[in-house]
């Protein structure tokens, strides 16, 4: 009798087995299809990459040391420069090595246009006469292609600033400097060298600066 | 020799087992797994950066 309830038991624990067995290997297959990138028939994978608007600074500062202005020698100002490489000074004892404009990237995914602002004008930054006193910046395409023209970039309302070209800074609305930088990595890069005029009658001295804010909008 | 009574046992032991793993098996369900939601990233239009450029002026020196 007692045998007999041992094999009946051992039965049913056996055809439970069996049964659990089963339907894993069902689930098992059910998964395999659901959350893999199984390429087959059967399976698939669902990705959606959103849109970003992304820019970066990758040289976000431009220290000039101290100097002044040569009024010995009968300048009448200052006159500082960045390009892509070096700084230059006439005017001035300020030391042009290793000055480099502001550098901007396009780091998303989408084309944007590029507008600047600045804190502070010439006659914020220096006071003084105004006539011999500037303070503007200059856009260029450091990789071939990456400021575009707007209306070939689709831009509704292009500005078409020329690149190259000193424009005064802009304090108050942002100024569009670039209609179109393309997010592609070989045309993803411009330089903005600043042009810093300093009056020999300068009424603020010691350490001026002015904040840069650069504004990119999805095109 | 093993008691039949614990054999007994431990045969209903592994019975209450396996129908428990029946049942989390059963109620494993691919296709909420699949359809688990993704974070919702909002697409980024715009975007602001500053920069900063300084300078030291000495003052002129003033001539009497």
């Known amino acids: 009798m007692k045998s007999n309830l041992l094999l009946a038991i051992a039965i049913v624990a056996i055809l439970i087995v069996f049964v659990n067995l089963s339907i894993t290997l069902t689930k098992l297959q059910d998964l395999r299809n659901a959350v893999t990138g199984l390429a087959g028939s059967l399976g698939y994978v669902n990705v959606t990459v959103n849109t970003q608007a992304s820019i970066s600074f990758t040289n976000d500062t431009l220290t000039w040391g101290s100097g002044i202005v040569n009024t010995s020698g009968g300048w009448t100002n200052a006159t500082l420069t960045t390009n892509l490489t070096a700084g230059s000074v006439t005017g001035g004892n300020w030391s042009g090595s290793g000055k480099r404009g502001l550098t901007i990237e396009n780091q998303g995914n989408l084309n944007v246009s590029v507008s600047l602002n600045s804190s502070q004008n010439a006659v914020g930054m220096f006071g003084g006469t105004a006539a011999r006193a500037a303070f503007q910046w200059n856009i260029t395409a450091v990789k071939g292609g990456s400021c575009l023209n707007g209306t070939s970039c689709g831009t509704t309302n292009p500005q078409n600033t020329t690149l190259g070209t000193w424009y005064d800074v802009n304090t108050t609305t942002g100024q569009v400097v670039c209609d179109c930088l393309p997010w592609g990595d070989t045309k993803d890069l411009i330089s903005i060298d600043i042009l810093l005029r300093v009056p020999d009658d300068v009424s603020y001295t010691g350490t001026r600066s002015a904040i840069i804010t650069a504004t990119a909008s999805a095109i | 020799m093993v008691s039949e009574k614990i054999v007994v046992a431990l045969l209903i032991v592994a019975i ?38 300084g300078i030291i002026v000495i003052p002129p020196l003033s001539v009497p």
């Open chain 2, 16 to 53: 209450l087992l396996s129908v428990f793993s029946v049942i989390l098996t059963v109620s494993i369900d691919a296709d909420s797994i699949r359809n688990i939601p993704m974070p919702s990233v909002k697409p980024k239009t715009n975007d602001q950066q500053t920069g900063q450029v």
